[in-house]
């Protein structure tokens, strides 16, 4: 934006010392004036130097004062004037050097230097609290931009295999017509829905990344109970066990995307389950001020750091990709998305027992 070009705040702030310095000044020196008029005459009338018993001498009255004070007190008053620009102009840099500091870290952040940090030192204050705030707005922005482009390389690597493939399928059946079409076909048909499939999760992680939605009351009970009936043959498929229970659990949003939320955490606690034996628990909690969503599966055991990894896009851990529904690995990045979209948290841990418990928690919805 452009400006025009003004005086600079340590200028001011000079201006102001001094000002304030002068003013103080002249109302001390207008109070020893007023003090001292109070006990000179104006006119003093003295008897003549033959007078009986009276000494010849000389008594000062107002004009004579003011010859001898008016003098003093402009001296004083030109170098309080020159005390309080030179005292202003130190005291004003000394105090707007941090913002100095971070106007610099500013500049560098707009020219895309996110890793640079004020790091102001000393006890707290306004200007340390403004850096304090301003480094951890940076560092949020530096991880942010991180995610960002991690995702625009998996984004792009994903939806690039897919159209390869399809062009391999496409360069076989031109060149030997003789192939069967019917696999060729069936092959394109599968690999054409797995793109729509990740571009369907791109768009509804964009859409609740901007949080662009109605809002209105939902039960995580209800979205719960929908989601297991949903998924129950696919649980059945897998041999895994679906328990389902908790409490009402009303918050404020959209019923679509936590919807959505719950049926990615119930699918991908059904998917990546011990075969044939695994169990899935979705329970509904009310706390003070919040509910909770806490989806919990037994599984192979997985380590904290792994577990803290699988919210990251196409992030989905060693070893817990299944060849009949590996996903196109957004389901807990959308499920992140919409969590925070909400208002809300997600948070990870790995069971002592094997598998994973995902707890969203979310505002209560105001009564």
Known sequence: MGREPGLSVRLKLTLSYAGFLMVAGALLLAVVWVFLLRYVPEVITTPGPGAPGMP???????????RAFVP????????????????????????LAPLTRITNATRLAADGSLAHRVQLEGRADEFRELADAFDTMLARLEAHDAEQRRFAANASHELRTPLAITQALLDVAR???????????ERLHFVNSRAIDLTEALLLLSRANQRSFAREPVDLSLAAEEAA????????????TLETGGEVATTTGSYVLLLQMTTNLVHNAIVHNLAGRGTVW?????????????????????????????????????????????????GLAIVKSIAQAHGG???????????????????????
Do not use: C, Y
């Open 72 to 95: 003093k007190a402009a001296v004083a008053l030109a170098f309080l004037l020159v005390l309080g620009l030179a005292g202003g102009w130190f005291l004003a840099g000394s105090m």
């Open 229 to 240: 009936e949903t998924l129950l043959p696919l649980a059945e498929k897998h041999g895994v």
């Open 56 to 66: 010849g001498m000389a008594i000062p009255d107002r004009a004579d004062l003011q």
């Open 282 to 330: 979705v329970t509904t909690l009310v706390r003070p001020g919040a509910v909770l969503l806490t989806v919990e599966n037994t599984g192979e055991p997985l380590s904290q750091p792994v577990a803290s990894t699988l919210t990251e896009p196409f992030q989905r851990g060693t070893g817990r990709v299944r060849a009949d529904h590996a996903g196109v690995g957004l």
């Open 175 to 185: 060149t030997d017509l003789g192939r069967d079409t019917g696999e060729l076909v």
């Open 345 to 367: 948290t997600l948070t990870l841990a790995p069971r002592a027992a094997g598998g994973l418990r995902v707890t969203v928690h979310l505002p209560a919805a105001a009564r």
